[in-house]
Each structure stands twice: as structure tokens, then as C-alpha cells.
């Protein structure tokens, strides 16, 4: 019994009841976020779509997603952190209400692209208060709880969303308003506005220019590790693009890959509450040097996978990977965010993802095709180029985040005085 009390206090002790609220709004908004899973085939079979057509309406969804990640940063540093999350998901409930009673093609583009838009609007603006409201001490498992409630509301959405595509679309986009009018309810009457003004610490000043989007987009550390960040997008995103096509072309029914994908949710909803204190001893870029490391090593394994069992294995390899790269991933991109830019970062920074998700099918489809099973062999490499650049890269982040922190401390002080 001792044993569990600890595990459960070194896995989610201590943490403020602002975090557990924005922590049921993202796993309650992640639950009901399903019907867009299925609105390709919403186009196609009750719609009448073509094919193509129903690819460019889920492209405008993706387009609006891209805009509505800059967009929810910026409002999230201005407006504050509640008023974002409140107006993005009322805006969501609203739109998908429309979605579920229109009938025309052209209306139903338009309103993909704005609930793109405002389904991506929260991301920032939900990590930039968690940032705000939990101490810096307890901040790798208070993301390490925030990405174990994304998979598992996640995974309950997969499930919702295949027994009601198959009741009823209409349903199936009203149980999804709903939903997302649930979660704004929570942040409505438990979330207060985190949001504090303090005195501008940014990394360098820019003459003439107060600080703002552009200072994250010029920020030549943190870009670096976007840019990892980008390569390990990548990566993630191969199990969802091209790893299909590679399991089809070794003769595998398409329930073996869902028998796959399946057992990577199953290993992260069990196993990633166990994940802070395994990796707390331990330097983030050596941990996700090394988580890097392993997604390179289940991927660059499927060159020699022509059967199940392989691509089992594998994915157990690629999933721990995944698993322990989520906390200090979340925290190095907190801590090199200047205070009053927070959520500013964290635009730029999940504008890798909406990237990642078209270079991997675009570039991964054309190396499938041409080198065959030395696909896998080019993505394992580009896992360890982002390996070794985890470790180049740590000392120089490590020096600019204490710098940012005595700047901070100082910025405080003065304030304090006046």
C-alpha cells in the first residue's frame, strides 16, 4: 500500500486543482472529438463525394488547423488562456451543429476549414496554462499526465466513432458538439484566467519591435529543437501513412494493422503513468536522445518484417519510444518560452505536426515506392540524426533556459520593488 501511495505521488502528486480541471477538459474534448475521424467517408457515402473531393475538404480541415495553431497562440498571450479555450470550443460546438445539417458540398468545405481552425485553437492556449499554474518542479508529470489523457480520450473517441458512424452521421456530429460543449462547461465554471502580465524576458531584443509571434519564429534556439521535434513527427507519423501500405504489400490484412495501432494505444494508456519517475533521474536531452534512439530502432526493424509478430515487436519498441520522449519534450518547449510568449511557442511549436502529417505520406509514399523496404532504413537514420541532435543540441538549451530563468527571477524582482 506504501508502494502505490508513492508511485501514485511521484506519478501525479502535488499537482494544483486548475491542472486536474484543464486536465478533464482536454480528456472530455479529446473523447468527443470523433466525428471528424470519419468525415471522408461522411462525404462519400451520405454526401456523394468523390474520392478526390472528399480529400480536398479534409485538406481545408487540415488547413484550418495549421491557421487555428497560430491563431490560439496568439489569443492565448493576449486574450488569456480561459477566454481562448471558452471561445474556441463554443465556436467548435456551434460549427459542428452546422456541419451535422448541411447539405452542400461548397458549405460543408467552409465549415471543415473553420472547425479545423478551431479544434487546433486550444493546444496552446491548454499548455501554456498548465505552464502557468503548475510549478516547474512537478511539470514533467504534469505533461506526462496531459499525454496520456490525449491517447485515451483518443482511443474512447476510435471506439465512440465506429458505432456511431454506423447508427447515424447525424449523430454522430451532434454526440461531438455535445461533447466539446461539455468540456467548455468544466473550463467555463472550474478553470480561472491564468494568465498573469509580467515584465518582458524574451531571448533577444529586436529593435524597434515588441515581442511577439516573430520572436518565436526567430528564435534560433528554440527552432533547433523544433526542428527535432519535426524529425520525431515524422517518425510518429509513419504508423498512420505509410505503414499500412507496407503491411498490405507484405500480405497483411487490414486487421493486423489495426491489431497493431491497437496495441500501441494499449501499451501508452498502461504504461506512460509510469514513465516521471523513470526518466526524472536523468538529463532531457540524454532521455530523448535515447527515446529518439528507439523510435529509429522499431521503424529501421521493419526492413527485415514480412509477418505480424515483426511488426508487434517493433511497434512495442517504437511505442516505448514515443512514451518516454512526451514529458521532456513538452518541458524543454515550456521552459524556453519566455513568460508573457507562452503560448505564442507552443504555436510554432505544434505547427510541426500539421508539417510532419504532409511531408510523411507526400515524401514517405515516393520512397516507399521507389526503395521498397529501404524505406524503413531512411527513416531509422533520420531517427538517429535526430538522436545525435538531442545531444548536441542539450548543453546549448540547457545554458539558454537558466539564462531565461536569472532573467525572470530578476525582471520579478525589480517589479517587486517598485
Known amino acids: 500500500m506504501r508502494g502505490l501511495r508513492r508511485w501514485w505521488d511521484d506519478t501525479a502528486g502535488g499537482l494544483p486543482a486548475t491542472f486536474w480541471y484543464l486536465w478533464s477538459g482536454l480528456l472530455i474534448n479529446r473523447a468527443g472529438a470523433f466525428a471528424m475521424l470519419f468525415l471522408s467517408l461522411y462525404l462519400t457515402a451520405a454526401r456523394g463525394a468523390s474520392a478526390s473531393l472528399a480529400g480536398l475538404v479534409v485538406g481545408a480541415y487540415g488547413a484550418g488547423g495549421a491557421a487555428g495553431t497560430l491563431l490560439g497562440g496568439v489569443l492565448a498571450d493576449r486574450w488569456g488562456r480561459r477566454s481562448t479555450l471558452l471561445a474556441a470550443h463554443l465556436g467548435a460546438a456551434g460549427l459542428m451543429v452546422g456541419l451535422a445539417f448541411s447539405r452542400h458540398l461548397a458549405v460543408i468545405a467552409v465549415l471543415a476549414a473553420l472547425v479545423g481552425m478551431v479544434h487546433s485553437m486550444p493546444s496552446p492556449a491548454f499548455v501554456a496554462a498548465i505552464v502557468d499554474v503548475v510549478p516547474e518542479a512537478r511539470r514533467s508529470r504534469a505533461f506526462n499526465l496531459q499525454f496520456w489523457a490525449f491517447n485515451l480520450g483518443m482511443a474512447v473517441a476510435s471506439l465512440l466513432a465506429g458505432v456511431l458512424a454506423e447508427a447515424s452521421f447525424l449523430a454522430l456530429f451532434l454526440v461531438d458538439a455535445a461533447a466539446t460543449l461539455a468540456a467548455a462547461v468544466v473550463i467555463a465554471l472550474k478553470v480561472p484566467e491564468t494568465l498573469t502580465r509580467r515584465p518582458a524576458v524574451t531571448p533577444r531584443a ?48 487490414p486487421s493486423a494493422y489495426g491489431l497493431v495501432v491497437a496495441l500501441g494505444g494499449a501499451l501508452i494508456v498502461v504504461g506512460q503513468l509510469f514513465v516521471p519517475r523513470l526518466i526524472e533521474p536523468y538529463r532531457k536531452s540524454i532521455v530523448l536522445a535515447v527515446s529518439t534512439g528507439l523510435m529509429a530502432l522499431g521503424f529501421g526493424a521493419l526492413t527485415l518484417a514480412d509477418g505480424l509478430p515483426l511488426y508487434l515487436g517493433a511497434a512495442v519498441v517504437w511505442t516505448i519510444g514515443q512514451m518516454l520522449a512526451a514529458p521532456p519534450n513538452a518541458q524543454i518547449n515550456a521552459d524556453l518560452a519566455p513568460p508573457e510568449l507562452r503560448a505564442r511557442y507552443q504555436s510554432v511549436f505544434y505547427l510541426t505536426f500539421p508539417a510532419a502529417s504532409f511531408v510523411a505520406p507526400a515524401l514517405g509514399g515516393l520512397s516507399l515506392q521507389h526503395l521498397g523496404e529501404g524505406h524503413w532504413l531512411v527513416v531509422g537514420a533520420l531517427g538517429l540524426v535526430a538522436a545525435a541532435g538531442h545531444l548536441l543540441a542539450g548543453p546549448p538549451r540547457e545554458r539558454r533556459v537558466a539564462a531565461l530563468r536569472a532573467a525572470a527571477e530578476r525582471a520579478e524582482t525589480v517589479s517587486a520593488g517598485r
Open 206 to 253: 529586436v529593435a524597434g519591435r515588441r515581442p511577439g509571434l516573430h520572436t518565436a519564429l526567430t528564435d534560433r534556439t528554440f527552432l533547433a529543437f523544433v526542428g527535432l521535434t519535426f524529425l520525431l513527427a515524422v517518425l510518429t507519423m509513419q504508423t498512420s501513412t505509410i505503414m499500412p501500405l507496407a503491411m498490405r504489400a507484405d500480405g497483411l490484412r
